[in-house]
């Protein structure tokens, strides 16, 4: 059997080949501001997608205020 490549592939610095694996992370990250940037710009990413589902859920479930009842603890 054949060795599978990496599915994570990018251009090398010069076009004419494909870097893969590790290569090709450390390339990205490299061309993408380094790693500080690439996880501000993962973990921001992942937060816009958590407070989209929850106002999608939230929606769901039609949250209303009710007038003139106070809480009581």
Known sequence: MGK???SLQVPSK????????????LKYV????????FISKITSDAAKVAVEHVFKEMKKAKFTTVKG?????
Do not use: E
């Open 30 to 37: 490299s061309d993408n501001g380094g790693w500080d940037a």
């Open 4 to 6: 599978k490549k990496c």
């Open 69 to 73: 009842k106070k809480k009581v603890s």
């Open 14 to 25: 010069d076009g004419k080949s494909t870097l893969y694996g590790t290569a090709a992370q």
